[in-house]
């Protein structure tokens, strides 16, 4: 069994524990190629619940009647927020932590995820200075608004950053971008919650929350996560992820400038021109410090230059 394929039954017992604990009537958990999974029943209705692993990741989904109220009190009691076909947002919280990452679309360089704590005070002064999703902001803005948002936060920000060659060791031990996204945003929200006290985080969505969840140590278990798509709309994720960009832009900026020529983001023709410029003046071993080896932007370098 694969590490995937274990971590994928690691959390369908989680699930199954948790709904026997609350004396819902749960069959055993059965294995399939690609999954496992089990049933809950009630006198009318059953659900039933499903753990996938394989190159997407892991990925809990519940098959039943949407309507009926044991779909909506498994899927509360399993993803930790109450059933919605649309996902619907929810109001900012007073207080909470936002994660959020950059780089994970780079074949150059590291992934950074970096988490903002926010109470009242802080949401309207970072709002006055005008965060919003970085994606939004100029390049030549970022590092001053992430120093503005670093002075406001004070000891509430916290930034994890995987350079590319513990990236790869982690890569390997992994075997899945959603499991090593899980691990380093658990890392930010435990280094957060040793400052600042919070009962929930909002991050953007990646995978399954389950898998940032199990990757928590006591202390952030006992919070509640959110994950949403675009879930830069809320202003603590803005935040974290405009200091994770500008921690991002500092690695292309310092290592453009050692090398003496510019490293280009992305996964362009350019990049892979690039990376073959680095692999013939300094070697395999010198370029595996610069990039990411499981994107498939390293089977078009081979092909240029010959492994």
Not at 34 to 39: G, L, R, S
Not at 49 to 67: A, D, P, S
Not at 227 to 251: G, H, L
């Amino acid at each position: 069994m694969d590490k995937l394929e274990s971590s994928a039954e690691e959390i369908i017992k989680i699930y199954s524990d948790k709904l026997a604990e609350k004396n819902y009537n749960v069959s055993a958990i059965i294995k399939k190629t690609y999954n496992f999974e089990f049933t809950v029943n009630d006198s009318k209705h059953s659900v039933k619940v499903l753990t996938y692993f394989g190159k997407k990741g892991i990925k809990t989904i519940l098959q039943g009647n949407t309507e009926s109220a044991l779909y909506h009190e498994v899927n509360e009691l399993i993803h930790g927020i109450p059933f919605t076909q649309n996902n619907a947002e929810i109001d900012e919280p007073e207080s909470y932590i936002g994660t959020d990452e950059s780089g994970k679309g780079d074949f150059f360089g590291p992934l950074v995820i970096a988490g903002v704590y926010a109470g009242k005070n802080e949401i309207q002064k970072l709002r006055n200075i005008g965060v919003r999703d970085s994606k939004e902001i100029p390049h030549n803005q970022i590092a001053d608004l992430a120093q503005k948002i670093k002075l406001i936060a004070d000891d509430g920000f916290n930034i994890v950053v995987i350079n590319p060659e513990r990236y790869n060791q982690l890569y390997t031990e992994f075997k899945n971008l959603n499991m090593l996204l899980a691990w380093g945003h658990a890392r930010v929200i435990e280094n957060i919650l040793e400052k600042k006290s919070a009962a929930e985080v909002i991050s953007d969505k990646f995978g399954d929350e389950s898998l940032i969840l199990n990757k928590l140590q006591e202390r952030g278990k006992q919070i509640k996560l959110h994950q949403f798509t675009k879930a830069e709309r809320y202003t603590a994720v803005a935040a974290a992820s405009i200091i994770a960009r500008d921690r991002m832009n500092k690695w292309f900026d310092d290592e453009s400038r050692k090398l003496k020529f510019i490293i280009p983001k992305g996964a362009s023709e350019a990049v892979i021109q690039t990376a073959a410029k680095i692999k013939s003046e300094f070697g395999e071993e010198e370029l595996k410090k610069f990039v990411k080896l499981h994107f498939k932007s390293i089977n078009k370098l081979n092909s240029v230059i010959g492994k």
